[in-house]
């Protein structure tokens, strides 16, 4: 076989192999479960650790409540009426990780309005008024309080920050019934919003790790699920996988992948 031949079928081989397959397995979220109570039974303190937005939070009805508000301007309204209706009516399932992907999705093709709704999201997704109005992505109010029920302090471990997010995000999980009681849950948040969400991260785990022993980690961004896997490989690691970021990273070989808090 001619060099040429040989890479030939090397090349289409790189180019065959897909990336790593999703590995969903809801019953991850038994086995998190089964964890804690083994755990509360020893005498030890189980630890969950949650990221919020995109898993246990919908950030994407976020969005869409603003770009509803953008499409229901006066201004976009007059300059883009077609599109600015189009943005009035934005559902949910059809808003991404960005929003050229969502305006591509919703068949908008404007560069101007793209610039301005970005402009117009960045200065109301990051805030108090809107982030306390977010609802929980599906089964995870259940989810969490039943493992605080059976004995996990559960931690919320979030980029968002505290300067412009703190009191908009205790509302609005204590409004969910999510667990806030001070005794079995800590929230924290970024000290600095420009700080990087991953290195902020990376800063909390050792003060998790005093909390008790960590027996399960949630997140659904690929590079924070892994850096928590390798922190806490003891603990049962999920990737929820809503939306996340294009960072090139993917979730690690036995991490598991859940689409929200159902268990089936
Ligand atoms: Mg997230």
């Known amino acids: ?3 040429f031949v040989l890479a030939l079928q090397a090349f289409l081989f790189i180019i065959a192999v897909p ?22 039974r020893a005498g030890a303190r ?18 869409t409540r603003i770009l509803r508000e953008l499409g229901e301007s006066e201004e976009v309204r007059r300059a883009f009426p077609d599109d600015a209706e189009t943005l009035a009516a934005t559902p949910v399932s059809r808003v991404r990780y960005y929003l050229e992907e969502t305006f ?8 101007p309005l793209l610039a301005q709704a970005n402009e117009f999201w960045l200065k109301r997704f990051f805030t108090n008024d809107y982030c306390a109005k977010d609802k929980p992505v599906r089964g995870a109010v259940g989810y969490v309080s039943w493992l605080a029920k059976l ?24 409004r969910s019934r999510f667990p806030m009681s001070p005794e079995n849950t800590l929230l924290l948040m970024k000290p600095d919003p420009k700080m990087d969400d991953t290195e902020f991260k990376k800063t909390a785990l050792a003060a998790i790790g005093r909390l008790g022993d960590v027996v ?4 659904n961004e690929p590079r924070n699920i892994n850096v928590l896997h390798a922190a806490f490989p ?28 159902r268990s089936e």
Not at 46 to 63: A, G, K, Q, W
Not at 164 to 172: D, K, Q
């Open 19 to 40: 990336a790593r397959a999703a590995d969903y397995r809801p019953e991850a979220l038994g086995e998190v479960g089964a964890r804690v109570e083994q755990a509360a």
């Open 234 to 261: 003891a603990a049962v690691a999920v990737f929820v996988d809503t939306v996340h970021s294009n960072k090139p990273d993917v979730p690690a070989a036995d991490v598991a992948w859940v689409r929200d808090f």
């Open 1 to 3: 076989m001619s060099t």
């Open 216 to 219: 399960g980690v949630f997140e």
């Open 104 to 111: 591509a999705n919703l068949g908008i093709d404007n560069k």
């Open 46 to 63: 189980p630890v969950v650790v949650f990221d919020l937005d995109d898993t246990l939070i919908n950030s994407r009805e976020r969005t």
């Open 151 to 174: 004995g996990a302090k559960v931690v919320y471990l979030t980029g968002r920050d505290a300067p412009n997010m703190e009191p908009g995000t205790r509302y609005n999980l204590t």
